[in-house]
T-cell receptor, first 117, second 111 residues
């Protein structure tokens, strides 16, 4: 398996623009997580899905952030409009969940480095 | 906050030395996991220890868990320059499906 795939790897945009981050989880994983990492706040969980259904979005900072998972192999995180304080590295991760052989070990993608000017 | 807290925040050692990182957490856990992050990369799972386990080994890694003190430690023996990375503990609290990451320990291993 190729692991968790994220695109783009780098994104530079101007304030006010819409940004869409993409993630393909590992096949067979039931859980998908979106994280944001900054020096100041560390690694924050934004939202997670179980079987394509959003379970907890309490970490989403504002209504400008939205996430979807239309099927088991694809998820998006959208920021509209973007602001400079959204600059961070955004990670997607997936896991089998407690019932799987690997338990709830999470597999992380390489991340998307977002810079909002 | 329910996140695990790693100690120390930074650690600098020479190759061949052992590195010990500690983690404290808040309430009862299902398990506790350790992850490594190399600069500019995603996190990589190292080891998982369940709440009924006290010690676990994987290669040069040794993890201990003391549920009475709500703490865990990660020992890397005979460290190498390639071990230079940030290390995070992530407790999985009872009743939750998610990991809660701390700020991590930055380990620098000098040749």
């Amino acid at each position: 398996d190729a692991g968790v795939i994220q695109s783009p790897r780098h994104e530079v945009t101007e304030m006010g623009q819409e940004v869409t981050l993409r993630c393909k989880p590992i096949s067979g994983h039931d859980y998908l997580f979106w994280y944001r990492q900054t020096m100041m706040r560390g690694l924050e969980l934004l939202i997670y899905f179980n079987n394509n259904v959003p379970i907890d979005d309490s970490g989403m900072p504002e209504d400008r952030f939205s996430a979807k998972m239309p099927n088991a192999s694809f998820s998006t995180l959208k920021i509209q409009p973007s602001e400079p304080r959204d600059s961070a590295v955004y990670f997607c991760a997936s896991s089998e969940g407690f019932g799987g052989a690997r338990g709830n070990e999470q597999f992380f993608g390489p991340g998307t480095r977002l810079t909002v000017l | 906050s329910q996140q695990g807290e790693e100690d120390p925040q930074a650690l600098s050692i020479q190759e061949g030395e052992n590195a010990t990182m500690n983690c404290s957490y808040k309430t009862s856990i299902n398990n506790l996991q350790w992850y490594r992050q190399n600069s500019g990369r995603g996190l990589v799972h190292l080891i998982l220890i369940r709440s009924n386990e006290r010690e676990k080994h994987s290669g040069r890694l040794r993890v201990t868990l003391d549920t009475s003190k709500k703490s865990s430690s990660l020992l890397i023996t005979a460290s190498r320059a390639a071990d230079t990375a940030s290390y995070f503990c992530a407790p999985v609290y009872r009743g939750y499906s998610t990991l809660t990451f701390g700020k991590g320990t930055m380990l620098l291993v000098s040749p």
